[in-house]
Each structure stands twice: as C-alpha cells, then as structure tokens.
C-alpha cells in the first residue's frame, strides 16, 4: 500500500487540525461564527509568541466571540479566573505570564484587512449581517489566518495581576444572601446593580 | 449472569451522571472545583423550574466557578452573548426567555447551609484554604446537592435584554484599532482603561 504523499501542511490551530477547531467552536460556541474562527487564528498566534514562563493567564479586550476561543484553546476561562475581560471593543487578546505580567499581545491591524473584502466588511459591520456573503467571509478568513493581525509585547499592571481575592462574606441585611464583605453593608444587588425584578 | 440490581438512582446533573460532570468539570475548569460542583446542580436546579419557552440567556452573579458550569451545561457562553455576568458576588444564576425575560433564579440560601459544616465554612470563607477539609468539603456538597438553594422567579429588565448591539466601528486615531463608535473620539484603550503599557 502507497502512503498518500502529504503535498501541503495540514492548517492547523494550537495543535487541533483546522476543521477540528472549527467542530470545536461549533460544540461549545453554539455555531461557527466568523470571530471564533478569526479568533483561533489570534490565540495561535499568540501562543506561538509567548515569553519564557510556565503561567499564563489571559486578558481579552471584547465580550464577542473571542474570548470562547481563548476558553477553548487555553485552560484559562472565566470561571477559572484565568481569563478576564475587560470589554473596551477590539478584538485583540494579551496572554501574560501570571507573576511577572510579561505577556504578548495579538490584535486585528486593520491596514492587513485590506485584501480582504468580505472580511472588512464584516469586521467593521459595513453591511447588513443578511447582506454578508458567508462563505465568502469565511473562506477569506481562512485565507487570511493570522496575516491580519500584529502582535506586540506588553506588561501588565501588579496591582491588576493581583486583584480579585475575595476577603470574606457577610449576609445581606436586605436579601439575606452572601455577599463579599468589601461591597459595604448591602450587597449590590440590593443597591440597585442587578437588571430584574423578582415576582 | 445475574445483572446486579440499580439499588439507588445514580445522581445526575443536566443529563449528565455526577461523575461524567466532575470529569467536564475538570476539563474544562483544570480542576474539580467545590463551586464548580455546587454550581452544577444549581443550573440543574434552575433547568427544572425554567418557565415556559425556547431561548434561554443566563445572567449570573458572581465570576467565580459558576459561569463555567453555566458554560458546560448549557448552550450560554461569554463568547456567543447568552451568558451574561454581572459580577455582584453573589452565588447565584438566572435563566430567562431571551425576548420576554421571564426567569428563573436560583441561589444559595445561607440558612440551608447549616447542616454543612465544612460546606458553610469555605462558603463565607470561614478558614484558610490550607485548614479546609477537602474530602469532607465535596462530600458534603454532593449529599447537600440543590437543598442548600432556594429559587424565585425573576423578570430581567427588557432594556437589558436588547442591549449589546454594536452599531459600527470607527479607527481609533491613537492606536489605530477599530473600535466601537459609540466610546467617543478615542477607544477606551486610548482613554486609559486598560492594565498594561505597550513594551
């Protein structure tokens, strides 16, 4: 039996074959969303760049689809406190080691978007979502991979690193829940935080 | 062969056996994680008291372990925008019908924890990480399971319901990103938002 000659290099993203990720994304992620796919390319990119370090922790810079690509592709996910957001609305995502906050980070370089028209569009919402040629968009990804994107070295702040251990808990005079000690003598949700009514 | 006789109902969460979910859990997580337990049989909870309808979205109240069980157990994740946090401290959950916002809440109702020792004690974080009985810890929450929980009906508020959409996306002329027109004549990178310098 001949072995099949392998004429090109299989894409592939932190180690899973392209189509691989993209079942990945669809399992977990719901569908197959052009920024989960772009997003792979971005967490590749970024793992590929890492400083020297054993720790990585994850901060991402827009709630929309990147970060599940980051949950997927990394052990840091929201839960896990690995990952943060801090939702100011581009797509770009740092990986830094977690205790001296050296880190790399990837970002969309609009200019590179150029080639790619379908991509653009959709990356700046120029048109109508019905209007969008999906295959189109998500062939042009493909194509494009990591070429529109740069990366650059950054380093977090200590005191960002270091934040989020919570010190205690006392009741809620008010709903008699659990709330972190340091929010005051209401928990915030009994300050008027929370976006429901209870029946 | 005699099939040995099922003499007790395996425990179960969201379709999944107790062990099954440990094991997602664990995957995911990178440990089994005493919230993480807890928290999935709080979504289970919540699944079986879900009001009439077909889309759900979450909201959860804290970013600690709960919004990964959330994460596993139902479609809603941060990436794809069903999952919502606002990050109040509070152990609890709501899934609500996506276009009417009728819910169900489900949270940890401290006077229920009583029985628990070891449960109660790392909840209010009674005693240092190293003093807790780890054993003890998630034994007690799988015999505890949902009865240290109470749930209540919630209607989420319809302005947060619809909020998200971006509606276009501007070059920042600082960095030269893109970013969501509605932040100003800069991104809130370039205002400063964010915990790291460029190296």
């Known amino acids: ?39 792979g ?16 922790d994850a901060l991402c810079e827009t709630k929309k689809c990147l970060p599940d690509a980051i949950q997927i592709l990394t052990p840091c996910t929201i839960g896990n406190g690995w990952l943060r957001i801090i939702d100011i609305g581009r797509f770009a995502l ?24 379908e991509l653009k569009s959709w990356f700046f919402k120029l048109k109508p979502k019905m209007e969008q040629d999906r295959d189109m968009l998500l062939d042009e990804i493909k194509k494009a991979g990591p070429t529109v994107c740069s990366f650059q070295e950054v380093r977090l702040d200590p005191e960002f690193i270091k934040a989020g251990h919570r010190k205690g808990f ?17 928990c915030r949700g009994c300050q008027g935080q929370l976006p429901y009514i209870r029946q």
């Not at 009741?171 to 005051?184: D, F, K, Q, T, V």
């Open 1 to 39: 039996m001949q072995v099949k000659e392998k004429t090109q290099q299989e894409l592939s993203i932190c180690n899973h074959g392209y189509h691989e990720y993209l079942e990945l994304a669809r399992s977990f992620h719901g569908h197959i969303a052009p920024g989960m796919v772009l997003g």
């Open 41 to 56: 390319f971005m967490v590749d990119l970024a793992y590929r760049h890492l400083p020297e370090g054993e720790f990585f």
């Open 94 to 117: 740092s990986l830094y080691e977690k205790y001296g906050g050296l880190g790399v980070r990837v970002y969309v370089d609009p200019p590179k978007l150029e080639p790619f028209s």
């Open 170 to 186: 006392a009741l809620c005079p008010s709903c008699h829940e659990a709330y972190p000690l340091e929010h005051g003598p209401l």
